[in-house]
């Protein structure tokens, strides 16, 4: 039997516990709050694993019922599961702890059904904090149904931390200029998750752009004059722009008052104590009109001191302050700035990432959480394996280090293109490991998570995600800045198409290898339970999109190294760009408002225009 996280203690005993259509779901007098919240999610389990639908009440158990309730014997988040013959029997040491118990006797019930091997589970986690950073920014503007979902799934594996990344997507009220081509996030879909995630011990997190990353907003005409850079306004949108650019100039008094504003307004709709500021990737600070100020103190400190005031912001609104941490990691010593409960997020991505960061941080006496990613910026789907060995190692970091937490992070980048259903393997890892270090193997976990979260009985489709993952060789990260050095003439420089579409044979391989790989998702359709199958769909549309963009990518080789392409072959491409692009569109909008889709328009239609019109023949 698969659980996930794994639990730390597990004693099997004899004998089985049947669940009968007259069993009932009793809460102990003791649960007071959310306890119709932990009962409605176990009834749920239990009609979904067994058929059974049950009945729910309070006060002293009978026979062959499932009791829930409190222990003064366990700590906070810790609980206590216990199976026999005559009844089932969930206790935690806190709210947290008895919804941990319910959701790992779900876990049990989509495997055995309504016969439970009897067993004893106790329970622990190993990282106090384990949280989900979302961008719900740069892309996608995921709809407040598929955020429910997504905090259902951080409750079913026992996260407790919820960030959504927000730059221009919510409405702030005064700031329509910088909102007005989006599709964002009102103060009720905030305040409605909010309470949603609240009944699931889920606290979730404001996260609001302060300082770098304020793209949309430094380019607006009242704004924009609040840039580190000059005319910031006039310039195109542009992908490459929006994560490189847009950092606030700091010498301006008006700055801090309307990042403040910002503040008051987002932060009021949130229940949480704690607020991230973020203040990450300032690439452009000192090199504009903050250049004297860098000059003359230097850009460490100009730094340093507005996310100072920021922080004591907060701290005198009763707020915890967090911001990411790759800044200061050059002046590690500087946190000690920082109001004492300030926390440092220290992030790294790579899947070999080295600790060094980490300890400097700790050394320097900062709180931290540790932040690993689940890898699908930037890709039509999500580097599985990598996001695997980037947060195993970071949650090893994280105990190393005694980090407070772990906030497991999903960037948009270049407009989130993605499914977001791609980044769960990468979410259950993080919520897997974090819990409990001893990590199930890469190849283990995933048919784990293909058997408990997609309902596969085969346990293959992680797996295949991964192999998928494996053939892209023109990513969208390579076709952005091609398209932007071309089409905007002021991308990066050098090197615009990727050495792995170097020779005629890679685009052939690729392409036999995805042709496999979606026959097998056919195949395996079979094994999925009815509610998954529609992900057989999504996983088609991505294969075809590597494919897709792989052709695309090798004609531009060919061109750049004058190898003949017949006209009709690049039309017929075009032509298949854009019919794959309209099923792209309609997944897309499943689950996700219309956010960026028109800036990822943009680049699929230049690209077809691109391929029949400019002559690669």
């Known amino acids: ?90 206790s935690g040491g806190d709210g947290a702890g008895v919804l941990y118990g319910v959701q790992t006797l779900c876990q049990m019930l989509i495997q055995c059904g309504g016969v439970l091997p009897c067993a004893e589970i106790s329970d622990e986690p190993d990282r106090k904090v384990r949280g989900y950073f979302l961008d719900e920014t740069r892309g996608r503007v995921l709809t407040l149904p598929y955020l429910k979902k997504t905090a259902d799934r951080l409750s079913r594996y026992k996260l407790n931390q919820f960030q959504l990344y927000v730059e221009h997507t919510y409405l702030f009220r005064n700031l329509s200029e910088m909102w007005r081509d989006e599709t964002p996030l009102t103060a009720e879909d905030i305040m409605e998750l909010d309470a949603y995630c609240r009944e699931r011990h889920i606290e979730l997190v404001p996260s609001l752009a302060s300082f770098g990353h304020l793209y949309t907003l430094l380019s607006t005409k009242s704004y924009g004059h609040l840039c580190e850079l000059e005319d910031s306004w006039k310039e195109p949108f542009s992908f490459w722009d929006r994560m490189r650019h847009h950092t606030v100039n700091v010498t301006d008094k008006r700055t801090m008052v309307l990042i403040k504003g910002m503040i008051d307004e987002y932060t009021a709709l949130f229940t949480s104590d704690k607020f991230n500021i973020c203040a990450d990737e300032t690439f452009d600070l000192g090199k504009g009109k903050s250049k004297e100020a860098a000059e003359r103190d230097g850009i460490h400190r100009i730094y340093i001191n507005h996310v100072k005031e920021l922080c004591e912001y907060l701290v005198e609104k009763k707020k915890q302050p967090m911001f990411w941490g790759d800044i200061i990691c050059g002046e590690p010593e500087l946190v000690r700035e920082l109001p004492e409960n300030t926390i440092c997020l220290t992030w790294g991505y790579a899947p070999e990432q080295r600790e060094h960061v980490c300890r400097l941080m700790a050394e320097a006496g900062a709180r931290q959480y540790l932040c690993p990613g689940v890898g699908g910026w930037n890709r039509w789907m999500n580097l599985i394996r990598s996001s695997y060995d980037n947060i195993v190692r970071m949650c090893g970091y994280a105990r190393k280090y005694r980090a407070e937490g772990v906030l497991n992070t999903d960037w948009g980048d270049c407009g989130h293109i993605n499914h977001p259903e791609y980044s ?194």
């Not at 009932?24 to 694993?49: C, F, H, M, P, T």
Request: hydrophobic share 40%; proline share 2%.
């Open 424 to 617: 769960v393997p990468g979410l259950i890892y993080g919520a897997a490991f974090s819990w409990n270090p001893q990590a199930p193997a890469f190849d283990e976990i995933n048919r784990q998570i293909s058997r408990l979260e997609f309902r596969d009985s085969s346990g293959q489709i992680v797996g295949l995600m991964a192999e998928m993952a494996e053939q892209s060789l023109y990513n969208w990260w390579d076709a952005v800045i091609f398209y932007e050095n071309n089409a905007l003439r002021h991308a990066p420089e050098g090197e615009l198409l990727p050495t792995r579409l170097r020779g005629e044979t890679a685009c052939r391989d690729a392409a036999a290898a995805l042709k496999t790989i979606s026959g097998d998702i056919k195949k395996a359709v079979v094994s999925l339970d009815g509610g998954q199958k529609e992900l057989a769909e999504a996983l088609l549309i991505t294969a075809d999109a590597i494919d897709i963009w792989n052709e695309v990518g090798a004609l531009i080789w060919k061109r750049e190294n004058q190898i003949e392409v017949r006209q009709e072959d690049a039309a017929a491409l075009a032509a298949r760009l854009e019919n794959w692009f309209m099923y792209y569109k309609k997944l897309w909008r499943t689950i996700s408002r219309e956010g960026d889709l028109h800036h990822v328009s943009e680049i699929v239609f230049w690209y077809a225009d691109f391929l029949r019109d400019r002559g690669l023949s």
């Open 1 to 90: 039997m698969y659980l996930l996280p794994r639990p730390k203690n597990v004693t099997e005993k004899e004998g089985f516990y049947e669940i009968n259509y007259h069993t009932a779901v009793v809460l102990g007098e003791r649960i007071k709050e959310n306890g119709l919240s932990y009962a409605a999610i176990l009834q749920s389990g239990i009609s979904d694993g067994t058929g059974i639908h049950v009945s729910c009440l309070r006060g002293k158990a009978q026979k062959g019922d499932i009791y829930l309730d409190f222990s003064e014997e366990l700590k906070e988040q810790e609980y206590r599961l216990i199976v026999t013959e005559n009844g089932v029997f969930v």
